[in-house]
């Protein structure tokens, strides 16, 4: 069919014309119309900018070797959602953006909300406005949110942090140089690198659990845990180092990833000289 057989079908084609044409709604397409229209309004002038969408739904971008399961719902009202290639998001999980669930990982169910997820995860519960580096688990139910994961994390089911004081008032962080005012009255828990939490863990706003830590039982932790703890509440010693290598090489064997020679001596692999007031830093 030639031009002039389409004109007579199909009739005189609609021309609009715009400043920029975006190709693509996914998170990076969206940004980019965003950011293009503020530097326009910047400078004084209206650009008209056209976001198109090569899916069936702006803001849902799936790669190719995702699998989305039935009765999976993508909540693209506030932002986009992404789900990269080879992961799986299971029946009734509801992903709200802006969100993003990094390649291999596992979103199980509930509901995840304003996240970014690394690759190969196990997601279950409600968590919001997290950060999960990679190849971290969180399989079980136990609400986390404003929180931060590093990577090999695995906390234990009902795990809870919480993320705002009765109070409402702004959350207060302990760092290297005392307890700061953060300004913010959301904020939940950071976990090191290779943390590990017993069934039950619960932790109070503005926490900080170092590397290596593993915490476990009813009471309550201190809001900063040293790097490389064992304990149960207050109640912590230090983490035999190797002790702490074993488990770490189950863990990744888990993700067929090899805990090598050169990583088991790794300076970062040791226990931290700790602050010998952390615990009255903590508590303030």
């Not at 702004?170 to 005012?181: K, Q, Y």
């Not at 290596?212 to 490389?228: D, K, L, W």
Request: charged share 20%.
């Amino acid at each position: 069919m030639n031009s002039e057989e389409i004109l007579a079908k199909y009739g005189p084609r609609e021309a609009m014309e715009y400043d920029v044409v975006v190709v693509g709604a996914g998170p990076a397409g969206l940004s980019a119309a965003i950011r293009l229209k503020q530097l326009g309004a910047k400078a004084g002038r209206e650009l008209s900018v056209c976001v198109l969408e090569k899916g069936s739904e702006a803001g849902a971008h799936i790669l190719s070797g995702a699998v989305i399961e039935p009765l999976v719902v993508f909540d693209v009202s506030a932002g986009p959602v992404m789900v990269r290639a080879g992961s799986v998001v299971r029946a009734f999980t509801r992903l709200a953006g802006p969100c993003a669930v990094g390649a291999g990982t596992q979103i199980l169910g509930d509901r995840v909300s304003g996240c970014s997820i690394g690759d190969q995860c196990v997601v279950r519960g409600e968590i919001s406005e997290s950060i999960v580096i990679g190849q971290a688990n969180k399989g079980h139910e136990g609400f986390v949110g404003h929180s931060v994961l590093g990577r090999w994390v695995n906390l234990g089911a009902g795990t809870i942090t919480s993320n705002l004081k009765n109070s409402y008032g702004t959350v207060s962080l302990w760092t290297p140089e005392g307890v700061r005012d953060t300004g913010t009255v959301k904020l939940g828990s950071f976990f090191g690198d290779h943390v590990k939490t017993g069934i039950g863990a619960r932790l109070t706003t503005g926490s900080v659990i170092g590397a290596g830590s593993n915490i476990y039982g009813s009471v309550m932790p201190p809001r900063y845990v040293p790097p490389f703890s064992w304990g149960d509440g207050d109640q912590l010693a230090e983490y035999r180092l190797e002790q702490f290598l074993t488990t770490t090489e189950r863990a990744m064997s888990r993700r067929l990833v090899k805990l090598d020679d050169g990583t088991r001596r790794h300076p970062d692999l040791r226990p931290a000289r700790v602050h010998p007031d952390f615990r009255q830093l903590a508590a303030r």
